[in-house]
């Protein structure tokens, strides 16, 4: 089982930039998925970007491509999510994931660990 915290979230102006972290414990980190999913208000629970669990599979939503980067830091135990170029848009609740598996997901249901969530709010 793993724990997983997330991080470095708040309140950017439009085009501005933040750099969230998802901190794992209690399993070994460098076995898991993890994916980065966010929910707005009245919406469902989507994709985000994801990154294998040697980080050389990486994908992207459509629309965070060329302005998000994922990246992880297994010896720490962190995967990092940096967003660029934000607008009001990107405004949700942000959630670290990680899947007990060897084969990357986009899909909300197939990771079975979730931290508690975090706030971007981007203002225009």
């Known amino acids: 089982q793993v724990q997983l915290v997330e991080s470095g979230g708040g309140l950017v102006q439009a085009g501005g930039s933040l750099r969230l972290s998802c901190t794992a414990s209690?399993?070994?980190?460098?076995?898991?998925?993890i994916g980065w999913f966010r929910q707005a208000p009245g919406k469902e629970r989507e994709f985000v970007a994801g990154?294998?669990?040697?980080?050389?599979?990486?994908d992207y939503a459509n629309s965070v491509k060329g302005r998000f980067t994922i990246s992880r830091d297994n010896a720490n135990n962190t995967v990092f999510l940096q967003m660029n170029s934000l607008n009001p848009e990107d405004t949700a609740v942000y959630y670290c994931a990680a899947r007990a598996s060897s084969v990357f997901s986009v899909s909300v249901s197939r990771y079975d660990y979730w931290g508690q969530g975090i706030q971007v709010t981007v203002s225009s």
């Open positions: 209690g399993s070994t980190f460098s076995s898991y998925v």
């Open positions: 990154i294998s669990r040697s980080g050389g599979i990486i």
